[in-house]
């Protein structure tokens, strides 16, 4: 069994509360952050204590570095000191071509996707190295390697920064007992798809994927509890790919 103190970023709802339900499954007490919808936060930390678990929420918009420093500091109050992160938190934007893509659009995914796990993980990073042991898991994606075209380039390419940080850090923290990893899912059952303004998207993909059919957010939380776990002490510097073959 596992135990430690884990947060997860974005962690109210699809693959960041599958994770807080798994991870707290697996002894893990969990602090989830949210920026919006409370009930779903609290109703995830409900099913958590109700299983025998121990789990907080924490507002919070990872964008900002005081909030950033104000999940960490609520963390490390109510939960003792942080073993591991998830950087969950992340946006699209609406779907379209990138021509028609606003300034604002990209800098609001950029902000959210790339400085804000940046942020995050400098926080675990400053409490990891005293204790020279760590995890974290960065929330990439398979665009990152296919792009995106006519859907949300500027996602994409928010992703493929996550994959040259996961990569660098990794390799600089290495040394000190601290590992860095990241998944890649494919397209998942998640409310992603309404928030970019096309929730058929699913039905429109699936076909795409070799295994036609989209990954339930349990099967992405799976590979991220994994790699947090002494099961995957030797593993670091990598993108696991979870997507069906795609």
């Known amino acids: 069994m596992t135990s430690g103190c884990l947060i997860i970023t974005g962690g109210s709802r699809g693959i960041g509360a599958a994770t807080a339900r798994l991870a707290a499954e697996r002894g893990y007490r969990v602090c989830l952050n949210y920026v919006r919808d409370e009930a779903a936060a609290l109703a995830t930390v409900a099913d958590i ?20 420093d104000n999940l960490f500091r609520i963390a490390e109050k109510e939960l ?8 969950n938190a992340g946006i699209t934007g609406p779907i379209r071509h990138f021509i028609d893509t606003d300034c604002a659009t990209i800098r609001e995914v950029f902000d959210t996707n790339v400085l804000g796990s940046m942020y995050c ?6 409490r990891f190295l005293p204790r020279r ?35 660098g850090l990794a390799r600089e923290v290495a040394v000190y007992g601290i590992r860095v990893n990241a998944v890649a899912p494919g397209s998942t059952l998640t409310d992603i ?3 970019a303004g096309e929730p058929d998207r699913p039905a429109r993909v699936k076909n795409r994927i070799p295994m036609h059919r989209l990954a339930d ?14 099961e995957a002490s030797y593993v670091t510097g990598t993108v696991l790919r979870v997507s069906g073959g795609f």
């Open 217 to 230: 957010p349990g099967e992405i939380a799976s590979a991220i509890v994994w790699l947090l776990s002494e």
């Open 121 to 126: 993980a400098q926080e675990a990073i400053r």
């Open 193 to 195: 798809h309404a928030s």
């Open 133 to 167: 042991a760590g995890a974290i898991v960065n929330l990439s994606s398979v665009a990152a390697t296919t792009g995106a075209p006519n859907e949300y380039i500027h996602y994409a390419a928010s992703k493929a920064a996550i994959d040259a940080f996961t990569l």
């Open 49 to 68: 204590t109700k299983a025998g678990g121990t789990a907080i929420a924490v507002a919070g918009n990872v964008s900002s570095r005081d909030d950033v």
């Open 80 to 87: 003792g000191p942080i073993d591991a992160l998830v950087n």
